[in-house]
Structures are given as structure tokens and as C-alpha cells.
């Protein structure tokens, strides 16, 4: 497994989706985000443009470890993009109607954690390239909402778990890729 961390717009993409042209002709594309106004529309239509043809897609966020035990081909490489909005779709989920103030962030954090467990679990398993594309949110201050706040606490509780658990990592800055592991 290889994971991929940056900033908004770093080339975390440009570089996945490199890495996994080189292992394999053959992809499977987990996609994570979900439709939430027009222009997250816009958003995911043109990344489904912009991928090849030839590529396999898979999208939703939800039990990822199964998606990727049962979907994968042999011979195909995996990109899983993108664990931070992964992450925000479980939450809210989880959340329900609650108002942000009101979330209990630990318990929400148990579910979370426990996708990550599965896909974890189902990525040491596997024996084709696993690429993980995420956000990396600890670089900034510290939000001013509770709800950033937490979000960002499990983000980063995530990632960490996602490296240590990776063969390599990878940060991007400004279009350059930093082998960090």
C-alpha cells in the first residue's frame, strides 16, 4: 500500500494516477465523493472524464475493505481517491441531522475508525499495488469551529494510521513529490 498525502491542489492526483500506469494497465478507480450540489456535480463529472477509458470505477465510501477483497481483477492496480472525503462522508452519515455542535465526535470517530480498520485489513491481504490518495490538514492553525477541529483531529488520526501501516508515502508539494517513508 502507498499512500499519497498533500495539500488542496499539491499533485497528489497527477501522481496516483502515475504510479498506477506504471504498475498496471489495468485500474480500478475507488471514487469517494458523493454529489452534494451542482457544482460537486461538475467536480466529479470531469474527473470521470479525465480518467481513462480503459479504467475500471468504483464509487462510494462505505465498507471499502469489501470493494476491494471482492472488485478487484488480478493483475489490477487500485487507486482509492480520496481518504479525506471518505472520511467527511462517514461522518455526516454517521451524524445524521445532528447539528455540528451537538456531534458526539467520539463515538463518530469509532465507526470511522473501524472503516479504516476494514480497509486496512483488506489492503494488507491484497497482493496488487494499493495506491491511498488523502489530505493533509495538520500543516495549518487551528480552526475556529468545533466541527473543523474534530474533523481534523480525525483526519489526522487516520493518516497517521495509513502511513505506519504503508510501504511508502509520498508528500506533495506544489506539483513536487517528497518521498517521506
Not at 36 to 58: C, F, G, K, V
Request: glycine share 6%; hydrophobic share 45%; with cysteine.
Amino acid at each position: 500500500m502507498i499512500l499519497i498525502t498533500g495539500g488542496v491542489r499539491s499533485g497528489k492526483s497527477v501522481l496516483a494516477e502515475r504510479l498506477v500506469a506504471q504498475a498496471s494497465e489495468q485500474v480500478l478507480y475507488i471514487a469517494t465523493a458523493v454529489v452534494t450540489d451542482s457544482e460537486m456535480a461538475e467536480r466529479i463529472q470531469l474527473h470521470r472524464e479525465n480518467r481513462p477509458a480503459h479504467w475500471r470505477t468504483w464509487e462510494g465510501y462505505r465498507d471499502l475493505g469489501a470493494v476491494i477483497t471482492t472488485q478487484t481483477r488480478p493483475g489490477e492496480a487500485i487507486i482509492l481517491e480520496c481518504i479525506t472525503t471518505l472520511i467527511t462522508n462517514l461522518l455526516f452519515e454517521q451524524a445524521g441531522e445532528t447539528p455540528p455542535e451537538q456531534m458526539d465526535f467520539a463515538v463518530l470517530e469509532v465507526g470511522i475508525q473501524q472503516q479504516i480498520s476494514d480497509l486496512l485489513a483488506a489492503c494488507a491481504r491484497m497482493t496488487s499495488p494499493i495506491y491511498l490518495v488523502t489530505n493533509e490538514l495538520g500543516m495549518g492553525i487551528v480552526p475556529e469551529n468545533r466541527l473543523a477541529r474534530h474533523f481534523r483531529d480525525i483526519a489526522g488520526r487516520v493518516n497517521q494510521r495509513l502511513a505506519a501501516a504503508a510501504s511508502e508515502v509520498f508528500l506533495m508539494v506544489s506539483g513536487i513529490e517528497v518521498k517521506i517513508k
